[in-house]
């Protein structure tokens, strides 16, 4: 089973499934929510649960997509940018939020941070101790997390990587060789708990946007945890 988001044209915006390794697809009625991404439960075989996001609104499904509901509504106002699920979903229920301001100048911006939840969705809290820049746009879990708790959320505004040891209950910086400091995107190895290998994608900042052809965005690698 693979599933798939569309976010243009607007007529073919939506999420689709396939049953047949991507040969057809299917839509999938997500009750009128827009979504902009879908995760799968690592035991999305036996507990059939899926979580998928738009900028306003999480979801989740727990019989393959067939019925969805909202289950953000404890969040404050702000724009979803990244959603983490635990690799060992199906006993904790761990999900992390990571959220930005609503606001369209980037440049002054306020973000919100990061959020918990370890009922699935229904309780919602901060976990934003010394998490120094709060617009945050992408969180990635330990495939190890139920025993080391370790995480990373990547944040704009020039402020980087951070890292947590205890499930974001406390958070501290890991820039250390950095060329870029706006992180877009990190993942980390299926063998982080041995190898300790964290793979990152930054965009440079030129003073008036993201991006330029002067400073390219890069992929950045750590072999040490992000020391």
């Not at 059939?48 to 393959?64: E, N, R």
């Not at 746009?137 to 020039?158: E, K």
């Not at 900042?205 to 950045?220: D, I, N, W």
């Amino acid at each position: 089973i693979v599933f798939a988001t569309i976010s243009a044209p607007s007529y073919m915006t939506g999420l689709y499934k396939s049953t047949d390794g991507g040969n057809s697809w299917n839509r999938v009625d997500t009750a009128s929510y827009t979504v902009n991404a879908v995760f799968l439960s690592p035991s999305f075989v036996t507990d059939q649960t899926l979580l998928a996001f738009s900028s306003s609104v999480i979801i989740k499904s727990i019989d393959g997509g067939s019925s969805w509901g909202a289950v953000s509504t404890g969040l404050p106002n702000g724009l979803i940018k990244s959603v983490a699920v635990s690799p060992n979903y199906t006993l904790d229920n761990t999900l992390y939020v990571g959220m930005n301001g609503q606001h369209g100048d980037w440049s002054t911006a306020q973000g919100i941070g990061i959020f918990k939840s370890s009922d699935g969705g229904v309780i919602w809290t901060s976990v934003n101790t010394g998490l120094t820049n709060l617009e945050v746009n992408s969180i990635a879990l330990s495939p190890n997390y139920t025993a080391d708790q370790t995480l990373f959320a990547g944040t704009y505004d020039r402020e980087g990587l951070f890292k947590s040891t205890n499930g974001g209950s406390s958070w501290s910086v890991a820039n250390t060789g950095l060329a870029g400091l706006l992180i877009n995107s990190v993942a980390l190895s299926p063998n982080y708990p041995l190898d300790h290998t964290i793979f990152g994608f930054y965009l440079p900042f030129s003073g008036t946007y993201y991006g330029s052809l002067s400073s390219p965005s890069s992929l950045f690698k750590s072999v040490d945890g992000g020391t």
